[in-house]
Each structure stands twice: as structure tokens, then as C-alpha cells.
């Protein structure tokens, strides 16, 4: 009886330990696979993410040309504001001494006034150019 115990007691051990190779078989391909899918979902979050980064890149370079582009034409437009306030303040100038000096050498008295009593002649008058008439004049 004492070896026909030892035969069961010996058979059920080798029947867990074939069981537990079984489980742990099976446990390793789980965790194969789910390393195998986490792999596959890094790999296609890592192209996702390249694509992105590159199509953010085609966008930044097409900013900084645009970028480039409104800086240099914002830098065309302050360079004219400039010449063009410098050349109204010429003109201003210019009118202010004519008139002063058209006032100081020929009195002025009504006989010489134009229709809204103004004496003063206009540097443009003396130059046949009656169409040209200063719009406005502005400081900066």
C-alpha cells in the first residue's frame, strides 16, 4: 500500500508541476503579446507624432517667410513714412518762408486780398500751377 501511495502522491505531483509549465506557458505568451501590442502602439504613436512634427515644421517655415516678408516690407513702409515727413516739412517750410517773404516785400493791404482776404500768394501760383493745391499737411 506504502508504493501505491507513493505512485499516486508521485503522479499528482507531476501532474501539478505539468500544470503550473502549462500555466506558466501560458502566462509568458500573454505577457509576449501584450509586449508585442504595446510595442506596435508605440511605433505607430511614434510615426503619428514624426508626421506631426513635420508637418508643424512645414507650417513654421512658411510663417517665418510670411514673418520675413511683412518685416521687410513694414520696414520699406517706415523708410518712405520718413521721407515722405521729411519732404511735407520741407514743403512747409518752404511755403512758410515764401509767405513771409511775399508778405514782408509786398505789403499787403485789401487791394491785394483774394476773395477770403488772404494777401498771401501761394509758391504754386507764382508757377502757373493754380491745380496744385496742398491737401493737408501732417507731423509725426
Not at 521721407?83 to 487791394?111: F, H, I, K, P
Amino acid at each position: 500500500m506504502a508504493s501505491a501511495e507513493k505512485t499516486s502522491s508521485g503522479s499528482d505531483i507531476d501532474e501539478k508541476k505539468r500544470k503550473r509549465k502549462l500555466s506558466n506557458r501560458e502566462s509568458a505568451r500573454r505577457s509576449r503579446l501584450k509586449k508585442q501590442k504595446m510595442m506596435e502602439d508605440t511605433i505607430h504613436e511614434i510615426s503619428t507624432l514624426e508626421r506631426r512634427i513635420k508637418e508643424y515644421s512645414e507650417r513654421c517655415i512658411v510663417a517665418r517667410r510670411r514673418l520675413d516678408s511683412v518685416e521687410s516690407e513694414n520696414a520699406a513702409l517706415r523708410s518712405e513714412k520718413t521721407w515722405l515727413s521729411s519732404y511735407v516739412r520741407d514743403l512747409e517750410n518752404m511755403m512758410a518762408t515764401t509767405t513771409s517773404l511775399t508778405l514782408t516785400q509786398s505789403g499787403c493791404d485789401d487791394q491785394n486780398a483774394n476773395a477770403d482776404g488772404d494777401c498771401r500768394r501761394r509758391p504754386w501760383q507764382q508757377y502757373g500751377c493754380d491745380s496744385l493745391q496742398p491737401v493737408a499737411s501732417f507731423k509725426t
